[in-house]
């Protein structure tokens, strides 16, 4: 019931017009982002924490529209995932693809590090335009809207693996194959699969494999990549290459891909994905902060 019921919230806001659908998950969001609900919690912590320095007036601006944004990206992902090649939001090529064009050139493989900024679902088909898109997947809970993303994603391009010994070595393959391998670099791993590195200042938890990956291939371009929101319809690819990123030390490459990833959201803050539980695993045994 509460798959099909999702599917269906899904599919509606996809069709709907698009201004209309936007307010509508504006509206959603307000309700399931509530003041006291466990997003708007760790939101509230999350910015504690990156912005310790920052105004509690300017703190509480960002919070709200941080929380704005993630109730209108349900309609704006759901339309990458329905409509495809019919969706009214348009993504612009970045300002200089130089390294881009370089990279693709090359045919040694590309690692793509996307943070969860923006609106990754709409990069992805950006980026199999100019390659093979590989990708890692997780299952959803609810399993009709597992299946609407994974169809929507496969639609776009994607060769997806699982989340398991089996797909990393798949991803591996396809980089060594001159193919895109792409990562979600800020999703905090089992803590057999990471190490803490500062991100925002705060020792975090954070992910080996896309390191390990660089490591195996060390003449796969490295880029941090985002569609960052422009305007009402329109998105904008930025990319960020991170020279020798493989051929650091694994605490050296860590601090650096955050640093690159705190760059970009300092940039877009109210574009980022505050609510997630990132500084949930602490070191040396420090309470949770949720």
Do not use: C
Request: overall charge positive; hydrophobic content about 40%; proline content about 7%.
């Amino acid at each position: 019931m509460k798959s099909r019921f999702a599917v269906s919230v899904l599919s509606w806001l996809a069709r709907m017009p698009a201004p209309v659908a936007d307010a509508t998950g504006r509206l959603i969001g307000r309700f399931v982002h509530r003041k006291g609900s466990r997003n708007q919690r760790r939101t509230q912590i999350n910015l504690a924490l990156a912005y310790p320095d920052m105004p509690l007036k300017d703190r509480l601006e960002l919070e709200r529209q941080s929380l704005k944004d993630l109730g209108e990206k349900a309609a704006r992902l759901a339309r990458v995932w329905v409509l495809g090649s019919e969706n009214p939001d348009q993504l612009r090529d970045p300002e200089d693809l130089d390294d881009w064009n370089q990279a693709i050139e090359a045919g040694e493989g590309m690692l793509l590090l996307v943070p969860h900024l923006g609106n990754w679902e709409l990069l992805g088909g950006w980026v199999a335009e100019h390659g093979v898109l590989n990708a890692m997947y997780r299952p959803a809970r609810l399993q009709g809207v597992d299946e609407l993303i994974l169809n929507g994603r496969v639609a776009q391009g994607y060769q997806m693996h699982p989340t398991n010994v089996k797909g990393v070595a798949g991803l591996l393959k396809s980089l060594k194959k001159g193919e895109i391998v792409a990562v979600l670099p800020d999703q905090e791993p089992d803590l057999d699969g990471g190490e803490f590195a500062p991100f925002f200042g705060v020792p975090a938890l954070t992910m080996t494999l896309a390191h390990k990956l660089a490591q195996k291939q060390p003449s796969a371009a490295v880029f941090i990549a985002a569609a960052v929101r422009l305007d009402a319809r329109h998105y904008q690819v930025v990319l960020q290459r991170l020279p020798g990123f493989g051929a650091q030390p694994t605490q050296a490459g860590l601090t650096q891909m955050n640093l690159a990833i705190e760059s970009l959201v300092r940039r877009y803050p109210e574009q980022y994905q505050w609510e997630y539980k990132r500084f949930q695993t602490r070191p040396d045994g420090e309470p949770s902060p949720y």
